[in-house]
């Protein structure tokens, strides 16, 4: 899963990055209420973590304009602030959870993890590609009763192509969903993540096909 975090303390956004990605998410990181409004409307994510204090448009601001599109991705906004109208204003906005600072972050997963499920309901939590099945909220493969063990961010590289499935996906789309958009990676970084994955799904006829020069595509041809 893609997660947006929208907090200006960036030690606290590090932090909640480094949990995420080590659970093989990819984390997108921004830390200005402009920017970050910019980002989420040409951009986007499957899920955001939104402090409401923030330089440039607030948190709130920032919300509002999201609904405002008819975007309905998952919001959480973190806040200092502890007051029943300051959470009610948050979900009167259009969040759908409120975590108030301090926080442990063993909370924060409990929460995106049942607005993954949420999500999961509402667009199937299984997808069937060929003898494969994907389980988007425990992030787990199966041939059959079979599980596959498939390392992080080749089960990123799957999830990213899966999204897409029919469509060639570039290899920077592929880095921004593996590392994060902005991460500092050369186009080849991706390549050996593709490849060991096409390794894995070859014997149960699965395909990565490559668009020399534009991508690649996932194709069932077994």
């Not at 030690?11 to 080590?22: K, M």
């Not at 991705?73 to 948050?90: F, H, M, Y």
């Not at 096909?209 to 991508?215: S, V």
Request: net charge negative.
């Amino acid at each position: 899963m893609r997660i947006a975090i929208i907090e200006d303390n960036k030690a606290l956004a590090n932090a909640i990055a480094y949990r995420l990605r080590d659970r093989g998410h990819a984390v997108d990181i921004l830390h200005d209420g402009d920017d970050a409004d910019v980002f989420l409307s040409q951009d986007g994510a499957d899920l955001v973590v939104l402090d409401i204090n923030l330089p440039g448009q607030s948190g709130l601001e920032i919300l509002r304009s999201l609904r405002a599109r008819a975007d309905s991705t998952p919001v959480i906004l973190l806040t200092a602030r502890s007051e029943t109208k300051d959470r009610v204003q948050g979900l009167d906005t259009g969040a759908d959870d409120y975590l108030v600072k301090p926080f442990e972050m063993d909370e924060l997963e409990a929460r995106i993890r049942a607005l993954s499920r949420r999500k999961d309901l509402e667009i199937g939590v299984s997808e069937t590609f060929g003898a494969l099945e994907f389980n988007r909220t425990t992030r787990q493969v199966r041939a059959g009763s079979e599980r596959l063990e498939i390392p992080r961010r080749e089960l990123a590289v799957l999830e990213c192509l899966l999204e897409r499935r029919g469509r060639i996906v570039s290899k920077s789309q592929l880095i921004n969903h593996v590392y994060g958009v902005g991460a500092d990676m050369d186009d080849t970084a991706i390549e050996p993540h593709v490849s060991r994955l096409r390794r894995r799904l070859a014997e149960h006829g699965i395909s990565i096909k490559t668009a020399r020069g534009l991508g690649y595509m996932i194709e069932v041809t077994g």
